[in-house]
């Protein structure tokens, strides 16, 4: 379960119209229409219904309540120990970006959901990415320990390599490309951001475009990081100023470490 970092469900010919139309309505920045199309009546359409509003969150710094209700619903309807963990998994992404935005202090309970998160889902298995890559993202933007990001990344890669992930696998390729410009590795920079974004245009996951863009462009040299930087803002605009977190970046001068 990784349906916030998912690109099986929907985004491939031959998936289930339903998954299609959710991938559709999500890659658009649509994420409560995709969301009513899932009816929260089992627990796998509870979990995909609850990720895509918190989600919202993140890219929107709205929405919260809506995601938190969504949640429970899940929690509540989670059986098994990978229908627990990947409600936790949720649990402390939305910890973690309400903390990352600025609207509550809740890093202690990201921490903690993840944790129970681990416990629950066995490494190797599908969920386990996922995990990884959320927990890279705890240490390096909460805890500000690049080491243990790059750890977790580096697992997280690995992970959706295995399973085919390839969306999860971009934000991979973004997040260790991330750290490797902050060491002043540009080679290494360039080539992971271009991944991120040559995977993210091939899925279509528009709402992902911009940053991926503004982020190979921190590593690239003019006019290049230009011209980049102009198409990210394009998009940017295009989509209502969706993730609204980018329009820091794309205010001159363009700075900032990568969100999601």
Do not use: K
């Amino acid at each position: 379960m990784a349906h916030t970092a998912m690109s099986g469900n929907g985004t491939t010919a031959g998936d289930d119209p339903l998954q299609t139309a959710v991938w559709r309505l999500r890659s658009r920045a649509c994420w409560a229409d995709a969301a009513a199309l899932l009816e929260p009546r089992t627990a796998d359409a509870a979990l995909q219904r609850a990720a895509l509003l918190v989600e919202r969150c993140l890219y929107t710094e709205q929405g919260w309540q809506e995601a938190e209700d969504a949640l429970r619903t899940a929690e509540a309807l989670a059986h098994t120990d990978e229908e627990r963990g990947a409600a936790a998994c949720e649990r402390g992404y939305l910890a973690y970006a309400a903390t990352l935005l600025g609207v509550r202090d809740r890093a202690d309970e990201a921490r903690a959901a993840l944790g129970r998160t681990a416990a629950l889902i066995p490494p190797g298995a599908a969920g386990r990415a996922l995990l990884d890559f959320r927990r890279g993202l705890v240490a390096q933007n909460l805890a500000d320990a690049p080491q243990a990001a790059r750890a977790a990344f580096r697992r997280a890669h690995a992970g959706a390599t295995a399973h085919g992930d390839l969306l999860l696998l971009s934000f991979t390729w973004r997040h260790l490309a991330g750290l490797a410009l902050r060491e002043g590795e540009l080679a290494e920079a360039r080539h992971g951001f271009a991944e991120s974004l040559r995977i993210r245009e091939e899925l279509g996951y528009l709402v992902g475009t911009a940053p991926a863009l503004v982020s190979l462009a921190d590593a690239e040299v003019e006019p290049e990081a230009s011209r980049l930087r102009e198409e990210a803002r394009r998009l940017f605009q295009l989509l209502g100023g969706v993730p609204t977190w980018l329009a820091r970046q794309l205010a001159p001068p363009a700075a900032g470490a990568a969100t999601a």
